[in-house]
Each structure stands twice: as structure tokens, then as C-alpha cells.
């Protein structure tokens, strides 16, 4: 069995194999950032409530990813389907 180590025999693996929930945590905090910009461009132009849950609804399924991954894969995809349904892209320009 091959371990990730750092040794003198050759290059030790890279962070995110010895390390993966950094990875896990980085996606989370990208996705927290991202998702802190989409409610501050709802609240700047003054959407309605539809648009302004549908965003909170795709926030609530990467939370809920955290615990239940497919779970909140389901709710993260339906938020895009809410979106269509409101008729407005919270993060499109213009």
C-alpha cells in the first residue's frame, strides 16, 4: 500500500491528497463568498421576494451539502429551477 508522504526518496504529494479537507474547506468558503455577493446584488437592486428566496434556497442546498451531499446537490439544482421560474437571474448584469 503507498502512503502520501514527505520523504527523502522522492516529492512528497500535493496538499490536497494529504489534506483533502482543505479542499472541502476552500470549495465551502468560495461558495460561502459567492454566495454572500449574490444576496448583496439582490438587496442593491431591489428584487423581489421570488428571486430573493430562490438565491436563499441555492445557499440553504450548499449548506445542506456540507451534512448530506446529495441532499443538498437536490436543493442547490432545484434553486435553479426556482430562478426560471421568477423570470430573473439575480447575477446578470444589465
Known amino acids: 500500500m503507498v502512503k502520501a508522504q514527505n520523504n527523502q526518496d522522492g516529492p512528497a504529494a500535493p496538499l490536497w491528497v494529504r489534506r483533502p479537507e482543505v479542499l472541502h474547506l476552500v470549495a465551502y468558503s468560495l461558495a460561502a463568498l459567492v454566495f454572500t ?6 438587496i442593491l437592486r431591489g428584487s423581489d421576494w421570488p428571486t ?3 438565491v436563499v434556497l441555492a445557499g440553504g442546498g450548499v449548506a445542506l451539502s ?4 446529495w441532499a443538498g446537490l437536490v436543493v442547490a439544482s432545484g434553486a435553479s429551477f426556482a430562478v426560471t421560474a421568477v423570470g430573473h437571474d439575480p447575477c446578470r448584469c444589465g
Open 66 to 69: 456540507w451534512w448530506r451531499p
Open 52 to 54: 430573493a428566496l430562490s
Open 37 to 42: 455577493g449574490q444576496i448583496v446584488a439582490v
